[in-house]
């Protein structure tokens, strides 16, 4: 099982940015997969899900209208667009993929990407 995160960097505030995960090894649509984020200091924190009994989409308010997760079955790939970035989505963001339908917890993840940075300054 693997999981590759890319698509982070550098983006001013109010800029966008579309984050992906290419995995490998199984087959997405079966397992839960989310996106989660660390900053500084901080724990590892939720911020989206595709849940893998309906295809539902699931985000913490701290990111609702503003992001979007999606997945391509076809690439095996899962996908987070996002929107109107704020200084405050800092931080390293990782997927994760566990064997809930929906995974919202860093403890419900079986495996884990690498990261990639995010940095929204100005």
């Known amino acids: 099982v693997q999981l590759q995160a890319s698509g982070g960097g550098l983006v001013q505030p109010g800029g966008s940015l579309r984050l992906s995960c290419a995995c490998s090894?199984?087959?997405?649509?079966?397992?839960?997969i989310g996106w989660f984020r660390q900053a500084p200091g901080k724990e590892r924190e939720w911020v989206s899900c595709?849940?893998?009994?309906?295809?539902?989409?699931y985000y913490a308010d701290s990111v609702k209208g503003r992001f979007t997760i999606s997945r391509d079955s076809a690439k095996n790939t899962v996908y987070l667009e996002m929107n109107m970035l704020k200084p405050e989505d800092t931080g390293v963001y990782y997927c994760?993929?566990?064997?809930?339908?929906?995974?919202?917890?860093?403890?419900?993840?079986?495996?884990w990407g690498q990261g990639t940075q995010v940095t929204v300054s100005s």
């Open positions: 994760g993929v566990g064997l809930d339908p929906e995974v919202v917890h860093p403890s419900q993840i079986g495996w």
């Open positions: 090894g199984f087959t997405l649509d079966y397992y839960g």
């Open positions: 595709i849940s893998s009994s309906d295809g539902g989409t």
